[in-house]
C-alpha cells in the first residue's frame, strides 16, 4: 500500500465503489422512498454514522439509504444517486431532485462518543439540515502497513532491537518484540480493540531487549482502546493508561 502524508490512501475498496457509481449507466427514479423500500439494492459499499444527533447511511451501486433517530429509528430513507464528483481525496454522491448528497473525505476521524478511529470524514446533507460523521471501516487503517513501536509508556526500544506490528484480515497480529518473534490475535469492536492468545518464540537476548520486549507484550495484551495522534501515529492504550505508540515510517525514516 502507497502512503500518503494523511496515511489514509485513497485506493482499493473506496475507488472502487466510486468508480462503480460514477460509471453507473441506469439513472433511478427520482422519488425518495421510505419504511423499509422493497427494491434490490445489491451489496453495500461503505457506512457512516454520526453522533449528536444519531444518524446512519449506507452507500450501495444506485442508493444511499439513511437513518435519522431524530426521524425514527427504525425507517430507512431511501434516495437515488444521480451523479459522483470525486478528486484525490474526496468523494461527493449527489442525489436525485437536488436533495442534498453524501461526502466522503480522506482524513482519519475519530468517532465523538467512543473515540473510535475510522478512514474517512462523513457529511450526509438532506433538504438542507448537515449531518457530520465518520466511514468506513477501522481495520483499512491497519492492514497494508508494518508498523514500528515508537516507544511503550515512554520508554523507546533499545537502538539494536526492531519492534514491529502487522494486522491481518484474518483477525491475526505477528511481529518482532525485540528479541523474538510473537504472534496473537486482535479483536476489533464498535468501543475499542484486544489483544488475546499471544505467543513468542524463545530467543535469548541482551537483556535491556529482553527487558523491553517483556514490557511491549504485556502492555499489548492489556490494550483496550485504539486511536491516532496528530502525526498519524497508531495509539494502543491500556485501562491503566499505558500507551504503544507505533509509526508506518521506519525508525531510521522518522
Request: with cysteine; glycine share 10%; hydrophobic share 35%.
Amino acid at each position: 500500500m502507497m502512503h500518503t502524508v494523511n496515511r489514509v490512501v485513497w485506493t482499493g475498496a473506496a475507488m472502487a465503489f466510486a468508480l462503480n457509481l460514477s460509471a453507473c449507466s441506469s439513472t433511478p427514479e427520482d422519488d425518495v422512498v421510505t419504511a423499509e423500500p422493497e427494491v434490490e439494492l445489491g451489496e453495500r459499499i461503505l457506512r457512516a454514522s454520526g453522533n449528536e444527533p444519531f444518524w446512519t447511511a449506507e452507500v450501495y451501486a444506485d442508493y444511499v439509504r439513511y437513518m435519522l433517530a431524530a426521524d425514527s429509528w427504525d425507517t430507512w430513507n431511501l434516495l437515488p444517486i444521480v451523479g459522483v464528483q470525486m478528486d484525490e481525496s474526496q468523494a461527493e454522491y449527489q442525489f436525485s431532485g437536488g436533495r442534498g448528497g453524501l461526502t466522503i473525505t480522506q482524513s482519519i476521524c475519530h468517532d465523538t462518543m467512543a473515540g473510535m478511529p475510522f478512514p474517512y470524514t462523513a457529511e450526509l446533507s438532506v433538504d438542507g439540515a448537515r449531518y457530520q460523521g465518520c466511514a468506513g471501516d477501522t481495520k483499512d487503517l491497519l492492514l497494508g502497513s508494518q508498523w514500528h513501536v515508537v516507544d511503550v509508556d515512554g520508554t523507546q526500544p533499545p537502538r539494536d532491537a526492531s519492534v514491529t506490528l502487522n494486522f491481518d484480515t484474518d483477525g491475526r497480529i505477528y511481529g518482532q518484540g525485540g528479541c523474538n518473534r510473537y504472534f496473537g490475535s486482535y479483536n476489533l469492536t464498535g468501543e475499542g480493540i484486544s489483544f488475546s492468545q499471544m505467543g513468542l518464540t524463545r530467543m535469548a537476548c541482551a537483556e535491556a531487549r529482553m527487558d523491553f520486549e517483556v514490557k511491549y507484550v504485556n502492555t499489548l495484551g492489556n490494550v483496550t482502546q485504539i486511536s491516532f495522534n496528530e502525526e498519524n501515529e497508531l495509539l494502543l492504550s491500556t485501562v491503566q493508561g499505558e500507551v504503544i505508540r507505533a509509526s508506518y515510517l521506519p525508525r531510521e525514516l522518522k
